[in-house]
């Protein structure tokens, strides 16, 4: 009889085969535009760090003083004895920096997904979702237990289609999806989302995971950028990107924000946010408010980038998210590993990420003009040979 373990080391043996394989990479110190990668010094093209803030020395005070006055661990859960001052502080300026009503703080935006869909639909109820959404809608949508089906990616005539063949079988209906795509950089067109969901009177959740302090006039994120500010929708995102900390937020009206408070198993049984990761968040709302230049120099090198590569069919893109599509997994690793070794840190995504593999690089406010000629010349020479 087979041990019942053993099908483990198939299963990787399998992965390894394929190029699928995984492990992580060591850098040492602090994140930035630069990192020490396993001894080496490389440009950094893989943060999510967009505006420079995680190491920036005013978000490293705010976490110190906060754990000073309060401690390490929140110590319990938001309901019960993990509740501070600094925790509804932060969620009201998250309010008033998305303009919305009210806003909840999660452990996580992943934790923030699952919480909200599962106490949104269930059973009775459908869920329409673009088919390239983010790993944790897509296990919120399943998790619910509501009737889960896809979309084609930014596809309204497939949403409309579907929704005229489904939505009058189910109670609600949730429509899913991310703002900016998490691994193709593009943006959902969002108004006419909007659009549909009154008409077939659906409840709407985006995720602005990659979005928050990065597109709009206010970097507010996609909803400001698509000019949909005030319409009636769910939006959440995360505090562990453009804001430099850990966390998510759900914001909405009051109503639904007290739902979510009564409601998502996600928020109550789990300890609450950290006084450190919490004060990072609010310090960086500040920071983002106070200096809109760093976002005005992001899609300054976004675009430059863009522009000396606008003859390699890099995928459209108006985010910080660029890729280069490449054939295969293979392709991809060597494509990674021919930067790696001219000193760019640009990682290769690949099924099953992805459904196709790709060279993913994110920009960073605190790039230099310099770095990002490095990266363009280097890809440019790594096709070439
Ligand atoms: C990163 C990400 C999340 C999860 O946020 P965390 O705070 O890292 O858990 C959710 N949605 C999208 C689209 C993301 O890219």
């Given amino acids: 009889m087979n041990h019942p373990y053993s ?69 319990g859960s938001r309901l019960l004895s993990g509740h501070r001052d600094i925790h509804r502080d932060l969620e009201l300026a998250i309010a008033s920096f998305k303009n919305s009503e009210d806003a909840i703080v999660f452990s996580s935006g992943y934790l923030a997904n699952l919480g909200t869909i599962t106490c949104l639909v269930g059973q009775k109820d459908l869920i329409l979702g673009d088919q390239y959404n983010h790993s944790s809608l897509k296990n919120g949508a399943k998790l619910s237990g509501a009737t889960v089906k896809e979309y084609r990616h930014n596809s309204l005539e497939d949403l409309e289609n579907q929704l005229l063949a489904h939505r009058h079988h189910y109670r609600h209906c949730l429509l899913l999806t991310d703002t900016v795509f998490s691994m193709d950089g593009d943006i959902c067109p969002l108004a006419a989302i909007l659009a549909l969901a009154e008409i077939y009177n659906c409840m709407v959740l985006v995720d602005e995971a990659h979005a928050t302090g990065v597109m709009g006039e206010n970097g507010t994120g996609c909803v400001e950028y698509c000019g949909c500010q005030g319409r009636e929708l769910i939006q959440m995102g995360t505090l562990s990107k453009a804001l430099g900390s850990l966390g998510g937020y759900v914001t909405g009206n009051a109503k639904i924000i007290d739902f979510i408070r009564n409601r998502a198993a996600t928020w109550i049984y789990t300890t609450g946010l950290s006084p450190a990761d919490t004060a990072a968040a609010r310090m960086a709302l500040e920071i983002i408010r106070l200096e809109p230049e760093r976002r005005q120099r992001l899609h300054q090198n976004i675009n430059f980038v863009k522009s000396k590569l606008n003859n390699l069919n890099i995928l459209p893109s108006e985010a910080a998210i660029l890729c280069l599509p490449v054939a295969n997994p293979g392709q991809a690793l060597e494509l990674s590993q021919k930067l790696l070794e001219k000193g760019i840190f640009a990682p290769a995504i690949r099924p099953p990420t992805v459904p196709t593999s790709r060279l993913r690089f994110t920009a960073m406010a605190t790039h230099s003009l310099a770095h990002l000629e490095v990266l363009v010349q280097s890809i440019k020479e790594s096709i070439a040979s």
Avoid: P
């Fill in 7 to 75: 099908w483990i080391e198939d299963s990787l043996k399998t992965l390894h085969r394929a190029n699928w394989y995984r492990r992580v990479k060591t850098i040492q110190g602090r994140g930035g535009a630069v990192i020490e990668l396993e001894g080496r010094s490389l440009i950094n093209f893989a943060s999510n760090d967009y505006l420079g803030l995680a190491a920036d020395e005013r978000m490293i005070a705010a976490a110190i003083a906060a754990t000073q006055r309060y401690g390490t661990g929140s110590t």
